[in-house]
């Protein structure tokens, strides 16, 4: 059963704002890392952020200025995001690793549409 519960998701219109969470929901897994990816229709998923265990962040340099993650990695981090466009429309997912294990949330839909 996957323990990463995403939230916050919606519509907006372009040049708003919406702030994703993802949380915890269960046990201690002691994750090497979290982040955030996305993914629009007919594309692959594509990493928007990341932040470690010593809580070191990277945004995707196309992002760099509009996105901030935040949080902490035992509990639940979060995806600021600013100034959204029409292309930033797609379904983000969280993903949480250890070692050589991945898991995923269920996704949550943002639509950026006047």
């Known amino acids: 059963q996957v323990p990463l519960v995403e939230s916050g998701g919606g519509l907006v219109q372009p040049g708003g704002s919406l702030r994703l969470s993802c949380v915890i929901s269960?046990?201690?897994?002691?994750?090497?890392?979290m982040g955030w990816y996305r993914q629009a229709p007919g594309e692959q998923h594509d990493l928007v952020a990341s932040?470690?265990?010593?809580?070191?962040t990277r945004v995707a340099d196309s992002l760099k200025g509009r996105f901030t993650i935040s949080g902490d990695i035992a509990g639940a981090i979060y995806l600021q995001m600013n100034n959204l466009q029409p292309e930033d429309t797609a379904v983000y997912y969280c993903?949480?690793?250890?070692?050589?294990?991945?898991?995923w949330g269920q996704g949550t839909q943002v639509t950026v549409s006047s």
């Open positions: 993903k949480a690793k250890k070692g050589q294990l991945s898991y």
């Open positions: 269960r046990g201690n897994f002691n994750f090497d890392a």
């Open positions: 932040i470690t265990s010593t809580g070191s």
